[in-house]
């Protein structure tokens, strides 16, 4: 092989490893910022496709339905925790459905209630509750705000 084409294949073979290296670092990072959703039932008994369970300390969004009578309030501070079901139709809560209890610190939607859904982003704990970082209150396609229901009333007396 004549000098030329050996420096030619050195620069190929430095630049694939250095391609390779980089996606390699580049997906490793973005696996540290993946939120996998799990219903509460998912992370009591683990994925119905998979059985893979979530770990203490992985980061994860879970969904579902604010139990009657969970809500608690810390009259200190802004610390609130909950108990969520998973979303099922017709709504009936039973002591034997499995529940993750999510403790959460700041101020919750305005559409947060009992009887609602939510998604919470947070990070699962050893015994089995999550610690949320964010809370999102669900509402359906027929939501509008007060603000602007109270607009639109206005505006339909005043049409003629």
Do not use: C, W
Request: hydrophobic content about 35%; charged content about 20%; aromatic content about 8%.
């Amino acid at each position: 092989m004549n000098p030329r084409r050996k420096k030619r294949l050195t620069i190929v073979i430095t630049l694939l490893i250095g391609f390779s290296a980089i996606s390699g670092l580049v997906l490793y990072a973005l696996s540290q910022n993946i939120d996998l959703f799990y219903k509460p039932s998912e992370i009591h008994f683990g994925k119905v496709e998979t059985g893979i369970k979530p770990e203490a300390g992985q980061r994860l969004r879970i969904g579902g339905i604010v139990v009657p009578g969970s809500v608690k309030r810390d009259p200190t501070s802004l610390k609130v925790s909950f108990d969520l079901i998973d979303m099922a139709t017709p709504l009936v809560f039973n002591d034997t459905d499995p529940t993750v209890t999510v403790t959460y610190s700041g101020i919750l939607p305005d559409l947060f209630r009992e009887e609602q859904g939510i998604v919470a982003n947070g990070t699962l704990q050893s015994n089995g509750s999550v610690l949320a970082s964010e809370v999102l209150a669900k509402h359906d396609e027929n939501y509008m705000p007060k603000e602007i229901s109270d607009q639109s009333i206005t505006k339909e007396k005043y049409q003629y």
